[in-house]
């Protein structure tokens, strides 16, 4: 990529799933790029939607010019409630997936109508070339993605997101290094999903907000619920001397199975710590920058550590203590209902909203802890905002949710289960650096 590109955020899938969407998007560059590699696990081909700030309203027209090596042709479509950029590979593991890259232009401005020109081909050799308008002067903030006629994507589809920033941005940085680099006129912002280095090309004094990774949701067998993960813990080490000399940043992985939270390090400054692994059936959570719940029968949250996070709550008979959080404790599960997630903290909003990361603002939520009933009803409780996952939920005569990973690059604790079902995996830490512009 060209170096006035800057990727904002990129994800995998792990599974099946009905849509993607990238928000809050900083509004600091001039264009937006996005690359796909999708599929679906059926037989057939589905269309590609795109929607901006989750309007589905009749708002959306699209051009199509398409062929496949012996035909072209030629639609129009007005008044949509989405613009459909392409298809999707059906039988993935036989055909491969279909490619795609859109660009979005002039998406932050707030006095035109917002366009985007698609290119895309599948593996079965149909190339489409797309110019679609969304009628609305506002600026794009957020872009969801999904199947036709709710058709999921398949594990192993890929979305990238890229910012391009103008040649005259980009060259007022003092520093290199990091994912995103965005400014709002006083501050520059190095923005690091991944590991790296930052290099000052000047002496500068910098803030710099280190979150580590979540932990993940256990496992337990058939009849037994689990805790959700604890949050990475959140540092801020304000005026940093820094001189021009390479500072090695280690972005902290969010647990898997089994496993808490990597710790984040920017150079040799206190590291944060990764959130604790959700506790077992009956037993105590793992501590970590913020605790992960307890699991059933009573299990202990762990704690978290001081300054950085949160305990988790504690487990019931039935159900899974939530995962502390940055900004709060995890909630005890009840007979009724999964411990919540502790939520996360929104202190470094504009940090987030500068550089596209975070959730809604905040960083760093617990996972939810797991819930089981033979019978009756009882209450799935929602996410906390900073990027906690959802604990998984069954209940007699209500479909099964199985639980959710924590949000990369947040720091949000995975959710917890049971019954044989593992955990979500922990979001992936960040380290974000900011200097005076």
Known sequence: MPTTYTPIATTTLGSNQASVTFSP????????????????????????LVTFNSDTGSNYSRTRLYGNGTSAVSTRDTNQSSIVVGSMSGNVSTNGYSTGIYHINNYSNSTTYKTILARQNSPLSTVFAIAGLWRNTSAITSITMTGEGGTNFASGSTFSLYGIASAAVVSGVKATGGDTIATDGTYWYHAFR???????????????????????????????????????????????????????????????????????????????????????????????????????????????????????????STSGGGGGGAGALGSNGTAS??????????????????????????????????????????????????????????WSGITQQNPTAGTAGTGGGGGGYGLGVGGGSGGSGIIIVRYPV
């Open 337 to 394: 209902t999964n411990g919540k997630g502790g939520a996360g903290v929104n202190t470094y909003s504009s940090w987030a909203n500068i550089t596209g990361t975070g959730d809604s603002g905040y960083f760093a939520a617990g996972g939810g802890g797991g819930l089981y009933l033979a019978s009756g009803t009882g209450t799935s409780q929602s996410a906390a905002l900073g990027g906690g996952g959802l604990g998984g939920t069954y």
């Open 194 to 316: 991944s590991s790296g280095t930052f290099t000052p090309t000047q002496a500068l004094t910098a803030d710099v907000l280190v979150v580590a990774g979540g932990g993940a949701g256990n496992f337990a067998g058939a009849g037994r619920i689990v805790g959700g993960g604890g949050a990475g813990g959140l540092l801020a080490h304000t005026s940093q001397s820094l001189s021009t000399t390479a500072y090695t940043v280690t972005v902290g992985a969010g647990g898997s199975l089994y496993t808490s939270g990597s710790n984040s390090q920017f150079a040799s400054l206190t590291a944060a710590v990764g959130g604790g692994l959700g506790g077992p059936a009956g037993a105590q959570a793992s501590s970590g920058g913020s605790g992960g719940g307890g699991g059933d029968a009573i299990g202990a949250g762990g704690a978290g550590t001081v300054g950085q996070g949160n305990s988790g709550g504690n487990g019931q």
């Open 25 to 48: 998007i900083s509004g600091s560059y001039t264009d937006l790029v996005i690359v796909t590699s999708a599929g679906n696990s059926t037989s057939n081909y589905y269309d590609i």
